[in-house]
């Protein structure tokens, strides 16, 4: 909160990274000092706060920061349609525009204003393009990067061009010596001025031991050393390692009362399309009960979607589902499927996010397959990281062996409720 002010001895630094832990207080603490540091130290000047959407940062920080700021006295004007935050207080008011990193050409937006700081929400999820525009633009006299995110993998460009080169993470000593080194070499010092902080859950006061005993619940493998121990792990092996048949998969269900059902689908040509139905068990407990799996490759046969339209109606046996998630991609069998009168609704296909949620459902018990959906049980043992895309501080699965794990996926991160405590943005 005041690693900035003048009896500081690291105010002399050019900004900080918060890493760590989910619901650590990273994103509170980071944006509340962010704007005390600039109404304290400048004066009618701009500021950029970033996160992957403008939406996602104005439900994740801006709400909370606005409520902040007037209980101590800002006087704080919103200005949705311009994305900017006026903030005034004391005779002093700051401009502090709102900005989305979410892809490579979110660097076009930033380009041509003048910033006198800079402020990064989860900063992992940002193309490295953006933020190197951002804080280019910072060319004030005495102006600051903020960064905070939660961990992703060791390779990641964030951990490898920014936190391994931080002095505040090196230290100084260590830093001394690789700056010392680069000379001798004659290369060029590459190290950053910045103060590294590292949280975990017990760091914010708010927690009660219950709730981080329900985080901690939430997730497993490389998930749980990311979001739990606040780790930069790698990416590696099975991706769903905490799916266990003895837990999640089950002779028969006894359907709750009024069941209602759905379809997911995972649609392919030569590649398989998957049918996937779903309903809610007497538990509460989100089922899998039947599952459709025809690969053109296999079967040396591929079929229309006119036939894959007729073997749905077939495998449903009567049953009316309610809504049928689709892959995104499949238009014109989306298009087949709403002449026949299905109620039809493309899949979320946010890869990562859906893995995760995914990996949480099943951390919590709240999802099942029956024994009769062979071709789904079997890919959750062999859907796996990509471990060459690791190495390139990407995650990614295997894209073999994927179709009823993107199914299923479409399906939880689409329809599924969330379990109690879940939190999907990270």
């Known amino acids: 909160m005041n690693w900035w002010c003048q009896d500081s001895p690291v105010k002399d630094y050019d900004g900080i990274i918060a890493d760590g832990a989910i619901r650590s207080g990273k994103t509170v603490s980071m944006s509340l000092s962010f704007v005390f540091w ?70 076009d937006l ?23 525009q951002a804080t280019g633009r910072c060319s004030v006299e005495g102006s600051k990067f903020w960064f905070n995110c939660n961990p992703d993998g060791p390779y990641h460009w964030f951990k490898q061009k920014w936190i391994n080169k931080s002095i505040g993470y090196l230290g100084k000593k260590k830093a001394g010596e ?5 000379q001798e070499e004659g290369k060029e010092d590459d190290l950053k001025k910045l103060l590294y902080l590292h949280f975990d859950m017990d760091d914010n006061l708010s927690l009660s031991e219950k709730i981080k005993a329900r985080y901690r ?44 059902y759905y379809v997911s689908c995972d649609y392919g040509t030569q590649n398989a399309t998957v049918f996937l139905l779903w309903t809610k068990d007497q538990k509460g407990r989100w089922a899998c009960i039947r599952e459709y799996y025809y690969s053109g490759r296999d079967e040396k046969k591929q079929k229309t979607d006119s036939e894959f339209a ?14 049928i998630v689709v892959d995104p991609a499949a238009a014109s069998f989306i298009a087949e499927l709403k002449k026949r009168g299905y109620s039809v609704k493309p899949a979320k296909n946010d890869v990562l996010d859906g893995i995760r949620f995914v990996a949480s459902l099943l951390a919590q018990k709240e999802v099942v397959f029956c024994r009769c959906c062979e071709n789904t049980i079997q890919e959750f043992a062999s859907y796996v990281w990509d471990s060459k895309a690791a190495e390139r501080g990407e995650d990614k699965p295997v894209k073999t062996a994927d179709h009823c794990m993107d199914a299923v996926r479409y399906f939880c991160y689409t329809i599924a409720r969330k379990p109690r405590g879940i939190t999907i943005l990270r």
């Open 38 to 107: 600039a109404m304290s130290s400048f004066s009618g000047q701009n500021f950029a706060m970033c996160g992957k959407t403008i939406g996602s940062f104005r439900r994740n920080v801006l709400f909370w920061l606005k409520i902040m700021l007037r209980s101590r006295g800002y006087h704080v004007t919103d200005h949705r349609a311009d994305n900017l935050v006026e903030v005034t207080r004391n005779g002093v008011t700051n401009h502090f525009y709102i900005f989305g990193g979410k892809d490579e050409s979110s660097q």
């Open 110 to 132: 930033i380009q041509g204003i003048t910033l006198a700081g800079v402020f990064f929400d989860e900063v992992a999820l940002m193309p490295e393009s953006f933020v190197n």
């Open 178 to 182: 690789i700056r010392k080194k680069l």
């Open 217 to 260: 619940s939430l997730y497993k493998g490389v998930f749980f050393k990311r979001y739990i121990l606040g780790l930069w792990a790698m990416a590696e092996g099975v991706i769903y390692d905490m799916f266990d048949e003895a837990m999640h998969v089950v002779d028969s269900i006894i359907p709750a009362k009024d069941p209602i």
């Open 310 to 323: 007729d073997d749905l109606g077939k495998w449903l046996e009567g049953i009316s589902p309610k809504r």
